[in-house]
């Protein structure tokens, strides 16, 4: 009895402490030590910073110092105050988001933005077990995403051909809590197709962010499911798009189609309107509230094209 029980809190305590890891897929509440978060200064969207908390450790700011241990036990979402000689700055503790790692981590490449990323995921119909593959992992902002999309139980093969980004990666994946789901390994896509596994059990997708997609989609045709197996393929010019469209047509892709994505951002501004009566003899003031178009400088990041395969 002793013994049975015994394995049973064993089983719960693994069960408890592999919950309690941190993941970017498992949103938790409560800031536990080691965790990944992002602190956003002063309400600014784009004033981050990724920091792991580690109570042994504080950094300064440009507006105060932050001391890790007193952040862990907080709520994500809370507001914390600098007390030192800026009493006016503050920061949020958030929970880190495959959103907030593509806009906050370190480029070993360049890498794809959110607009992107979440046409890509939806045009994928990528959901919860899908199988994919992915060539180049390159900085990994699209595999976190794809992570997230896929997970609990689905599988990402990322691949890239330098060891260092795909190391690099893997440890990312590692601290972000998705290294069951996702994982790069290293080749040469070009010379040696996707990883051999992914032809006896096929995948649902395939994405190819690299120089010469054109080249790879012979070795996607070796991966893909056969009902509407999905590819998505990322070209900064138009050439690269009319190559790989040629090849998707040659090796007999169906709905092939070529996206720009053109973000175009407006603000909410306001104005004061004054306003006569109609003899003039009485004016009054009112505001009114109007869009305008922000200046942006990312307008255009490149070409999505999507195809669909049927063997
Ligand atoms: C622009 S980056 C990919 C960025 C990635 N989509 C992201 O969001 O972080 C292109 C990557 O493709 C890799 N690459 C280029 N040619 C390759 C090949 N033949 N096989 C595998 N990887 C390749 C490069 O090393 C580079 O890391």
Known sequence: ???????????????????????????KQIAKEFDCAILNFSGDFSDNKYVTLDPRKSIQTKYGMVVFKNLIGKEYGSKHMFMSH??????????????????NLNHRTQILYSMD?????????????????????GSGSLSH?????????????????SIERVNAANEDFRRHGIDSIVESSQRNVLLDGFAPECKEQKVDAVFLDLPE??????????????DNGRIACFCPCI???????????MLKFQHIETREFVLR????????IASYADD???????????????????????????????G
């Open 213 to 226: 997609p054109w080249s790879a989609v012979k070795h996607a045709v070796e991966v893909l499911k056969t």
């Open 117 to 137: 990323i979440s046409m890509i995921v939806f045009e994928l119909d990528l959901m919860s077990g899908s199988r994919v593959i992915e060539t180049g992992t």
């Open 86 to 103: 800026n009493s006016k700055g503050f920061f949020y503790l958030l929970h880190l988001t495959p959103e907030l790692w593509t806009s």
């Open 280 to 310: 003039l003899s009485e004016k009054t003031s009112y505001k009114q509230s109007y869009l305008k178009r922000k200046n942006y400088k990312y307008t255009h990041t490149g070409y999505l094209t999507f195809a669909s395969y049927f």
């Open 145 to 161: 995403s794809i992570g997230r999309a896929i997970a609990p139980n689905g599988r990402l093969i990322t691949h890239d051909y």
């Open 265 to 272: 951002p407006y603000s909410l501004n306001s104005d004061t």
């Open 1 to 27: 009895m002793d013994v049975e029980m015994c394995a049973n809190s064993d089983e719960l305590y693994e069960q408890k402490t592999e919950l309690e890891q941190f993941s970017i897929i498992r949103p």
């Open 239 to 249: 050439e690269q798009v009319q190559r790989t469209c040629s090849e998707l047509r």
